[in-house]
């Protein structure tokens, strides 16, 4: 069984790798044995970051481009593939949010949002999709959110993105697994992490409705992505294709949390 999720030999390359959810799905898949290939946009945070996965023992190699331009990222997944080796699994998790009122929206802040959380997942899937297809096989995860399923307030580009994402996922599944390519995604809830932390205070309004909001009664923890990125990334889903798992503490599950 243990072979089924060994990720040894195995190049993985995470957009937005640099903090949060992102490096702890990086640090899960090198810590079963996956090169670390990660992506940012900002040299000052690559820096940072790279010395913090090697303070775990984790060799990260950095690579800075946009995930919007699709010139750059083929140049760079070329750079890549002859640098470090052909990449097997690839992590969509680059995104970005954008909080206002659909009323108010600028057209062209909606596009922005768009173009980071949807139109970048589809320009790096085909981009190491072809290499993918010319090996025979390879995993591509896309890291979806629970806007891909439900709406609130002022997060309408947000939430049309995920929604498209998760679409795009099972259409992409759907055209190359005759190629050995797993196509799915990733849900996550709401997680402790620095940005956060701010609100995660007892008597925050926000902080008080997420915990009384998840029937686990808390916030995740970005390890708990750990079983989910590896399993996806792994053997152990080679029939797995089209799905997005949600890590997100039974909050889909359900219209509220149970009473005590």
Same mark, same amino acid.
């Given at each position: 069984?243990?072979?089924?999720?060994?990720?040894?030999?195995?190049?993985?390359?995470?957009?937005?790798?640099?903090?949060?959810?992102?490096?702890?799905?990086?640090?899960?898949?090198?810590?079963?044995?996956?090169?670390?290939?990660?992506?940012?946009?900002?040299?000052?945070?690559?820096?940072?970051?790279?010395?913090?996965?090697?303070?775990? +023992?984790?060799?990260?190699?950095?690579?800075?481009?946009? $995930?919007?331009?699709?010139?750059? @990222?083929?140049?760079?997944?070329?750079?890549?593939?002859?640098? @470090? +080796?052909?990449?097997?699994?690839?992590?969509?998790?680059?995104?970005?949010?954008?909080? $206002?009122? %659909?009323? &108010?929206?600028?057209? %062209?802040?909606?596009?922005?949002?768009?173009?980071?959380?949807?139109? *970048?997942?589809?320009?790096? *899937?085909?981009?190491?999709?072809?290499?993918?297809?010319?090996?025979?096989?390879?995993?591509?995860?896309?890291?979806?959110?629970?806007? *891909?399923?439900?709406?609130?307030?002022?997060?309408?580009?947000?939430?049309?993105?995920?929604?498209?994402?998760?679409?795009?996922?099972?259409?992409?599944?759907?055209?190359?697994?005759?190629?050995?390519?797993?196509?799915?995604?990733?849900?996550?809830?709401?997680?402790?992490?620095?940005?956060?932390?701010?609100?995660? $205070?007892?008597?925050?309004?926000?902080?008080?409705?997420? $915990? *009384?909001?998840?029937?686990?009664?808390?916030?995740? &923890?970005? &390890?708990?992505?750990?079983?989910?990125? #590896?399993?996806?990334?792994?053997?152990?889903?080679?029939? @797995?294709? +089209?799905?997005?798992?949600? #890590?997100?503490?039974?909050?889909?599950?359900?219209?509220?949390?149970?009473?005590?």
């Amino acid at each position: 069984m243990k072979n089924l999720f060994n990720l040894e030999g195995k190049v993985a390359l995470i957009t937005g790798a640099t903090h949060g959810l992102g490096m702890a799905m990086a640090k899960a898949l090198a810590q079963h044995g996956a090169t670390l290939v990660i992506n940012g946009h900002t040299p000052s945070k690559m820096e940072l970051a790279i010395e913090e996965y090697k303070k775990e +023992g984790i060799t990260a190699h950095g690579f800075l481009f946009d $995930v919007t331009n699709a010139a750059k @990222v083929t140049e760079n997944i070329e750079k890549i593939e002859a640098e @470090v +080796g052909p990449i097997d699994i690839l992590i969509n998790n680059a995104g970005m949010i954008m909080r $206002v009122p %659909a009323l &108010d929206m600028d057209p %062209a802040d909606f596009r922005k949002v768009i173009d980071v959380d949807l139109v *970048s997942p589809f320009i790096l *899937s085909q981009a190491v999709g072809r290499s993918m297809v010319k090996r025979g096989g390879g995993k591509i995860i896309n890291i979806c959110s629970m806007m *891909s399923e439900l709406g609130r307030d002022t997060v309408s580009a947000y939430a049309a993105a995920k929604g498209g994402l998760k679409m795009l996922t099972k259409n992409l599944a759907t055209e190359w697994a005759k190629y050995n390519i797993q196509v799915n995604g990733i849900g996550p809830g709401y997680f402790a992490t620095e940005q956060t932390a701010p609100i995660r $205070v007892d008597g925050n309004p926000f902080n008080d409705w997420i $915990v *009384s909001r998840t029937p686990a009664g808390k916030w995740g &923890d970005p &390890d708990d992505l750990a079983g989910a990125v #590896v399993f996806l990334s792994s053997k152990a889903s080679d029939f @797995v294709n +089209g799905q997005i798992l949600y #890590v997100d503490g039974g909050i889909l599950a359900t219209i509220g949390k149970p009473r005590e």
